[in-house]
């Protein structure tokens, strides 16, 4: 909660508020971390490669993942699992987890190329 003083009497407070993960992002946390509160690199695997298609996903990039998306500064706090805010994070931040549009769009325009010569 943020707050200042205003006027030198009064204090305003503010409530930083965050979206909360939608309900299939939520479902989706529930089913692959096996209803637990936290997903290891496995269970991201299996996300990666049974919900997003994504095969070529190794452990060792699902490791990554989890070293890329800590919050916390203090090591004696970081875990290395996703928990479910993690996870909404990791899949819409655009650094972590890019658009497919991209890849689709550079596809399009490589056939047009083709056709057009």
């Known amino acids: 909660m943020g707050s200042y003083r205003m006027c030198v009497c009064f204090t305003r407070k503010y409530r930083i508020t965050e979206a909360e993960p939608p309900s299939d992002v939520k479902d989706a946390f529930k089913k692959f971390s ?3 509160n936290h ?7 299996q996300f990666l490669v049974e919900f997003q298609g ?3 996903t190794t452990v060792q990039d699902a490791q990554q993942i989890h070293h890329r998306r800590h919050h916390h500064h203090i090591p004696k706090f970081r875990r290395y699992s996703l928990t479910l805010d993690d996870f909404h994070h990791y899949l819409f931040f655009l650094d972590f987890n890019p658009p497919i549009m991209d890849k689709i769009r550079k596809r ?10």
């Open 34 to 36: 096996k209803g637990g």
């Open 39 to 45: 997903m290891n690199a496995d269970q991201l695997r």
């Open 54 to 56: 994504d095969d070529a």
């Open 108 to 117: 399009e325009n490589d056939k047009r190329k083709k056709k057009d010569k």
